[in-house]
């Protein structure tokens, strides 16, 4: 079955960086899309980031850009989410997503941005 295994979260300062790792199996990997949603207490999850299956296509929130990278390594099974210059307004659970072709989510890992 699919499963996937969010990893990485943690407890930084603003500015710091995190890497998120989420890992694969149960579905034909390399063909597969993958996403990097975020949930604030009190907020609707949203869309953070989007890799396509060949890694030739990215899209990122707006309120990401230029601070987050989204890759993957089809070898390992393995998608990250690089986060830079962290901010106080991305502390969330962050969730690992794919379509295959239902919805399938991992249990989620907290990032908490606090000085």
């Known amino acids: 079955q699919v499963q996937l295994v969010e990893s990485g979260g943690g407890l930084v300062q603003p500015g710091e960086s995190l890497r998120l790792s989420c890992a694969a199996s149960?579905?034909?990997?390399?063909?597969?899309?993958m996403r990097w949603y975020r949930q604030a207490p009190g907020k609707e999850r949203e869309l953070v980031a989007y890799?396509?299956?060949?890694?030739?296509?990215?899209n990122y929130a707006d309120s990401v850009k230029g601070r987050f990278s989204i890759s993957r390594d089809n070898a390992k099974k393995t998608v990250y989410l690089q986060m830079n210059s962290l901010k106080p307004e991305d502390t969330a659970v962050y969730y690992c997503?794919?379509?295959?072709?239902?919805?399938?989510w991992g249990q989620g890992t907290q990032v908490t941005v606090a000085s």
């Open positions: 997503n794919t379509r295959a072709p239902d919805d399938y």
């Open positions: 890799i396509s299956g060949a890694a030739t296509i990215t």
């Open positions: 149960g579905f034909t990997f390399s063909t597969k899309g």
